[in-house]
Every structure is written in C-alpha cells, then in structure tokens.
Antibody
Framework: EVQLLESGGGLVQPGGSLRLSCAAS????????MSWVRQAPGKGLEWVSG????????YYADSVKGRFTISRDNSKNTLDLQMNSLGVEDTAVYYC??????????????WGQGTTVTVSS | AIRLTQSPSSFPASTGDRLNITCRAS??????LAWYQQKPGEAPKLLIY???TLQSGVPPRFSGSGSGTDFTLTISCLQSDDFATYYC?????????FGQGTKLEIK
C-alpha cells in the first residue's frame, strides 16, 4: 500500500524553528517528485514547496522562500521540510504529497494525513 | 503567480442534482489542471488531472473539461458522499496555486 506519514509538527514560538518529516512507503520514492502543501485553520489549500525526484531542483512559495528548506533522502525514503523564522501565519496542517511524475509538473495522487504546526507565544 | 478563481464559493445542493464548478485561470495553463475533493479532517483526494482525465477509482459521475483559462468540474448526479469542498489546482508553472475552494452543502 502506498503510504505517506508525516511527523514533526507541534507548538513553537514565533521566530522559532521546526523540522517536518514524511516517511514514504509502497512505491519507488526516488522516481517521484514530492511537495508540501499546507492548510491554515478554516482556510483553503496552499502549496508550500516542491522537489523533483533527484532532489536536484527545489521550488518554494513566495511566502516561505528564504525561511523554509525542502530536502529528500532517497536512500531512506524520506522527505523533510526545515522551517525557520516561523510566524503565526505559518500555523497550519502540513501535508506531504506524492507527484505522479518525476519532474514536478504533475498533480499529487497520494497525500499523508497531515501534521499540525502551531506558532504561538 | 497564476491566480485561480473558482465559482461558486459555496452551493446548496440535493442528492441527484447535476452540478458544475468553474475554475478560471489568470493566464493560460493549457491542460495542467487538477481537481481535488476534501472532506473535513481529511487530506485532499485527487479526482481529475490533465483537466479531463479521471483518476483511477473515482466514480464516473465526476468529469472535467476545459483548457487554456476556463475549466469545469461536473458532478452528474450528486450522492451523499459528494458533499465536500472542491479545489482546482494548476501545475503549469511554479508557484503552484489552488482555487479558493467550492463547498457543497446539503440543501
């Protein structure tokens, strides 16, 4: 069964850092682009960051550029999101999502259950 | 960034209804458009990709059409399980963007 399992969410103070992880199983992880998508409480979906199969190319939303870093370890089948300088506007459920192709120009057919990040003092 | 505008934002409907949700892109995106369904407390689910291709396992009452800037998701005969929020999403260019969502409510 194809599965994505996020971890690392929690409560953090403004200005703090957090590292999210996504463990993938049931598919050839190194063959697929991956993304992080978030959803603030009561709001819509927002794409945050993406990375192609090899990890050689990364992409970010303007709202997180310079603060967040996406990475992957194809030997461990894991996807990470390092989040620095967090603000209250980063409070959201963060989803890990599997692209249907290697490059990233494709939709996401498998999603994790999400991990909640709360930024508050 | 490419802006996607969905309409309506919410819609009261009844089982058996036929429903169209539209999504308009601020610039041409060819057919690089997907539709997702999301229920409260759950992750989104891919319904349609490449504007009109039905994802495996999705009931055929769902269909998509359009290209360029104007797209439509059609649900031909609403079932109780279809009451959810629907999002369009473009993967034509980064940053990828979503529409604001259309919430289907029980009339």
């Amino acid at each position: 069964e194809v599965q994505l399992l996020e971890s690392g969410g929690g409560l953090v103070q403004p200005g703090g850092s957090l590292r999210l992880s996504c463990a993938a199983s049931g598919f050839t992880f190194s063959s697929n682009a991956m993304s992080w998508v978030r959803q603030a409480p009561g709001k819509g979906l927002e794409w945050v960051s993406g990375i192609r199969d090899s990890g050689g190319s990364t992409y970010y939303a303007d709202s997180v550029k310079g603060r967040f870093t996406i990475s992957r370890d194809n030997s461990k089948n894991t996807l990470d999101l390092q989040m620095n300088s967090l603000g209250v506007e980063d409070t959201a459920v963060y989803y890990c999502a599997k692209g249907t192709c290697s490059s990233g120009s494709c939709p996401w057919d498998v999603w994790g259950q999400g991990t909640t990040v709360t930024v508050s003092s | 960034a490419i802006r996607l505008t969905q309409s309506p934002s919410s819609f009261p409907a009844s089982t058996g209804d036929r429903l169209n949700i539209t999504c308009r892109a601020s610039q041409g995106i060819s057919s690089y458009l997907a539709w997702y369904q999301q229920k409260p407390g759950e992750a989104p689910k891919l319904l349609i990709y490449a504007a009109s291709t039905l994802q495996s396992g999705v009931p055929p009452r769902f269909s998509g059409s359009g290209s360029g800037t104007d797209f439509t998701l059609t649900i031909s005969c609403l079932q109780s399980d279809d009451f959810a929020t629907y999002y369009c999403q473009q993967y034509y260019s980064y940053p990828y963007t979503f529409g604001q969502g259309t919430k289907l409510e029980i009339k």
